[in-house]
């Protein structure tokens, strides 16, 4: 039975990146993750609008979660983004990233960006490569 509570803290007491955005993480199953942060004026751009980079990276995060969910290292082979609309400083952004498929070595996944008014932020897709290392090491 996949640990999935020890998977999660595992991973967040590793990614210093993740807490440096801010995220917090609401569901996490296999398969799955929810997570939301908060948007604060250093992760803007000379338009004083989020950086594209900051919803890549928390859109990355959220899928890095949610293919480690089953236990597996896994690790991004290709993704893509899609912007659709424009975030300011005090927005909270939510991200769900969803499994489409797990194969033995690939998953897939969908993960979408939400503002406060469940309008779409962003679109990004994620292909994962599943090693046979495990996420927690016996003893853990």
């Known amino acids: ?3 999935t509570e020890l998977i999660l803290k595992t991973m967040l007491e590793k990614d210093s990146f993740s807490r ?3 995220i917090v993480v609401d569901e996490f199953r296999e ?5 939301h942060f908060t948007i604060t004026d250093d992760m803007l751009n000379g338009f004083s609008i989020v950086h ?6 928390a859109a990355d995060s959220a899928f890095a979660f949610a293919c480690n969910s089953h236990g597996r ?8 983004i899609s912007f659709i609309k424009a975030s ?3 927005e909270i952004l939510t991200i769900e ?3 489409i498929h797990t194969g033995n070595k690939t998953s897939f996944y969908d993960i979408i ?3 406060e008014e469940n309008e779409k932020v962003a679109v990004f897709k994620g292909t994962a490569y599943r090693t046979s290392r495990p996420v927690v090491q016996a003893g853990q």
Not at 31 to 35: S, V
Not at 52 to 57: A, H, K, Y
Request: hydrophobic share 45%; net charge neutral.
């Open 31 to 35: 398969g799955y993750c929810k997570l």
């Open 20 to 22: 440096w955005l801010g």
């Open 73 to 80: 290292i896994s690790v991004a082979l290709d993704v893509h």
């Open 52 to 57: 594209g980079g900051i919803i890549f990276s």
């Open 113 to 115: 960006v939400f503002n």
């Open 88 to 90: 300011k400083s005090g």
């Open 1 to 3: 039975m996949i640990n």
């Open 97 to 99: 990233a969803t499994e």
